[in-house]
C-alpha cells in the first residue's frame, strides 16, 4: 500500500505523488507555436467510485505559465474520456506574484453532446460537491477564492470567473480544483439534467 | 397493555415489532371492547352470530377469532354490520381510516409495506385513528409512536447513548423473519434506480448512443441477443446514460448494475425482468396514497396531479389506466414502479409497471 498522502474529497479520492519527473510537451499557451521542450512535472492520481483512474499532472515550463492537465486515463467509463481529451487548467500570476487558476467547470453541452469547460456559480458546484467549495478550497490551502473582481480587482469582461489564487507550486490546492472542476462534476453529470 | 416501544431510530426490526405489536394489541383492545358492549346488551355470541349472517348471505367468512383485526375492521365498515353501531363517535373518516389500515395490514403481512419510520407513522396514525374513537388505551401508544416519529424525521430527536436499545416486541419476531428473506432478495436485486449493494457483476457490455448498440468486452453486438426486447433495454438504458457507457450484467439472470452520478446503481435487466410476465406486485409500497379521477392520477398526500408532475409525457399510462380503471379508484405504487389497486385480503395485482420518469417527479428510486 502506498504511503503517499490521499485526500478524499466527495466521491474521488486524490493521491499526492511526490517528486519531479521531466516532461516533454509544448504549452497550452503556445497553441502549436513552439517546439517541444522540457519541463518539471509534478503528478497526482485522481480515482473515482465509479471507476476512474485518471493520472493527472502539474506542469512548469521554464518560459511559459504552468498548468495542469491529465497525462494519461488508467481506466474508467466511457463518459471520463472527457477527462482525458479536455479539461486543462492553464494557470496565470496573480497581483501579488502568487498562481491565479480560473475555475471553469467540465459541464454537459446538449448542443455538442459532450463535456466542455463553462461558467459556474459556487452555488451550482455546492449542489453537486454537497459541500461549500470555497470552505474547502480555503481549507486545502487557497489563498484567496471569489469571481475575479474580488481576489484580483478586475474589471475587464472575465471580472466574474470564479478563481482562487494558491501559493506557486501547491499542488494540493490544484488537485483539489481540478478534481472538484473537472473529475467530480463530469461524474456527477453536471449539466446532463438541465 | 405490554410493552410500549417507542421507535429511536430506522431500525428496520423495531419499526416491524411497533407495527406488529400495534396490531395484536389493538385487535385484543377492540375485541374485548365489543365483547363487553355485546354483552351488555345480552348478546354473547355475536361473533358466532356475525359469521352466520355473512355464511347466509353467501359472503365469504373466514375468521376464527373474534379477535382478528382484519375481521372486525372488515365487519365495521359494512353498511348491514352490527359492529359499526357499538363503535362511539363513529363516521365517514372512521370508515376511511379503517378500511386503509386494513389494506395496509395486509400489505404488512405479504411483506410490501416498507420498513421505515414514514411507514411506521402512516401506521400509527391510522392506529390512533381507529382506536380513539372507543377510548382504547392502544391509542395512546398510536399517538407516542407519531410523535417520536416525527422528532426523529425532523431531527429532533437523538437516540440517547447510555439507554439501552428498545425492548424488541416479541411479536415482532413472526414478522420479522417473514420479512428477512424479502429484505435479502431486496439486497440482491434492489428496484431499478437503487443503490446496487451486492457484488459487481462479471460482464461487461458497451452501450453506444450512435449506433444504438451494446457491445461485448470484445467489441462484439450483443443487443440481438435482446430479441424483441431490444429496444425496450436499449431506451431504458439511455435514460440512465444518455451519452453511453457501461453495464455490468449478472450472467445468471441478467440483472444489471451500472455507475449513476458515480453510484453503482440496478439499472435493470439484460432480457426480460423476473415476473415482468407476470402480475406480482413487487417491491415496498411507498407512502402516498393515490387515486384515479377518471382522466389522471391524484396524489391524494400532496394534492397533486400526474399529468404535470412527470419528468416524461405520462399520456400512454393514463391512457392505459382509462381503459381499465374505473373513476375513483384508489391506488397504490411500489419502490419497483409496480401500480396496482390496494386489497384488504389476499395479494394485490399489478395493473403496469412504470419508469421513474412517468411518475411523480422524485417519488421512485433513481
Given at each position: 500500500m502506498s504511503d503517499n498522502e490521499v485526500i478524499s474529497i466527495s466521491k474521488c479520492e486524490i493521491e499526492l505523488i511526490p517528486g519531479t519527473k521531466t516532461y516533454r510537451g509544448k504549452p497550452i499557451s503556445a497553441r502549436g507555436g513552439s517546439t517541444e521542450q522540457a519541463a518539471d512535472l509534478t503528478t497526482f492520481r485522481v480515482t473515482s467510485s465509479d471507476e476512474l483512474n485518471l493520472m493527472v499532472g502539474l506542469v512548469e515550463w521554464p518560459n511559459d505559465p504552468p498548468e495542469v492537465k491529465p497525462i494519461d486515463l488508467l481506466g474508467g467509463l466511457t463518459k471520463h474520456e472527457s477527462l482525458a481529451r479536455r479539461g486543462s487548467m492553464t494557470l496565470s500570476e496573480s497581483r501579488d506574484g502568487n498562481w491565479l487558476a480560473v475555475l471553469k467547470v467540465m459541464k454537459y453541452s446538449p448542443d455538442k453532446g459532450y463535456f466542455t469547460l463553462h461558467g459556474a456559480t459556487t452555488e451550482e458546484i455546492d449542489q453537486y460537491l454537497a459541500y461549500n467549495f470555497e470552505e474547502l478550497a480555503l481549507e486545502m490551502g487557497a489563498l484567496r477564492f471569489g469571481t475575479r473582481a474580488e481576489i484580483e480587482g478586475e474589471t475587464s469582461r472575465t471580472a466574474n470567473q470564479l478563481a482562487m489564487v494558491v501559493e506557486p507550486g501547491d499542488i494540493k490546492s490544484l488537485a483539489f480544483a481540478y478534481t472538484v472542476t473537472r473529475a467530480l462534476a463530469v461524474i456527477n453529470d453536471f449539466g446532463l439534467e438541465a | 397493555m405490554g410493552n410500549f416501544t417507542l421507535p429511536v431510530d430506522n431500525d428496520q426490526v423495531i419499526v416491524l415489532g411497533i407495527m406488529s405489536a400495534l396490531e395484536l394489541e389493538a385487535a385484543s383492545e377492540l375485541s374485548m371492547f365489543l365483547d363487553n358492549r355485546f354483552r351488555a346488551e345480552s348478546h354473547p355470541e355475536w361473533f358466532e352470530d356475525i359469521r352466520h349472517y355473512r355464511i347466509s348471505m353467501n359472503q365469504p367468512f373466514s375468521y376464527k377469532s373474534p379477535s382478528d383485526l382484519r375481521f372486525i375492521l372488515g365487519e365495521a365498515v359494512?353498511?348491514?354490520?352490527?359492529?359499526w353501531h357499538q363503535i362511539p363517535k363513529i363516521n365517514q373518516a372512521w370508515v376511511n381510516a379503517a378500511h386503509t389500515l386494513r389494506q395496509k395490514l395486509n400489505l404488512l403481512h405479504h411483506q410490501?409495506?416498507?420498513?421505515n419510520l414514514q411507514t411506521l407513522l402512516q401506521i400509527s396514525t391510522l392506529f390512533d385513528q381507529v382506536t380513539s374513537g372507543p377510548g382504547l388505551e392502544v391509542s395512546n401508544w398510536a399517538r407516542a409512536v407519531q410523535s417520536r416519529v416525527k422528532n426523529i424525521l425532523a431531527g429532533n430527536y437523538t437516540k440517547p447513548e447510555a439507554e439501552p436499545a428498545p425492548v424488541i416486541p416479541a411479536a415482532a419476531e413472526e414478522v420479522t423473519k417473514e420479512y428477512e428473506e424479502v429484505i435479502r432478495q431486496r439486497e440482491k436485486r434492489p428496484p431499478w434506480g437503487s443503490r446496487w449493494t451486492g457484488t459487481k457483476p462479471s460482464r461487461k457490455l458497451t452501450l453506444d448512443r450512435q449506433t444504438q448498440d451494446i457491445y461485448d468486452d470484445n467489441g462484439v453486438s450483443v443487443a440481438e441477443e435482446l430479441g424483441d426486447l431490444r429496444d425496450q433495454v436499449m431506451a431504458m438504458w439511455l435514460r440512465y446514460f444518455p451519452l453511453g457507457g457501461e453495464v455490468w450484467v449478472?450472467?445468471?439472470?441478467?440483472a444489471a448494475m451500472g455507475y449513476i452520478k458515480g453510484t453503482a446503481t440496478m439499472v435493470g435487466w439484460f432480457g426480460a425482468a423476473p415476473e415482468d410476465n407476470s402480475d406480482t406486485v413487487r417491491g415496498f409500497v411507498l407512502a402516498h396514497e393515490y387515486e384515479f379521477t377518471g382522466s389522471d392520477v391524484k396524489d391524494l398526500t400532496l394534492s397533486i396531479n400526474l399529468a404535470n408532475s412527470t419528468v416524461e409525457d405520462s399520456s400512454e399510462a393514463l391512457t392505459r389506466l382509462r381503459q381499465i380503471l374505473e373513476p375513483a379508484t384508489r391506488l397504490n405504487i411500489t419502490d419497483f414502479g409496480d401500480l396496482f389497486v390496494p386489497v384488504s385480503e389476499g395479494e394485490p395485482t399489478r395493473i403496469m409497471n412504470l419508469h421513474k420518469n412517468v411518475w411523480f417527479k422524485g417519488q421512485l428510486p433513481g
Open positions: - | 359494512l353498511e348491514d354490520s352490527q359492529i410490501q409495506l416498507a420498513p449478472d450472467p445468471e439472470d441478467g
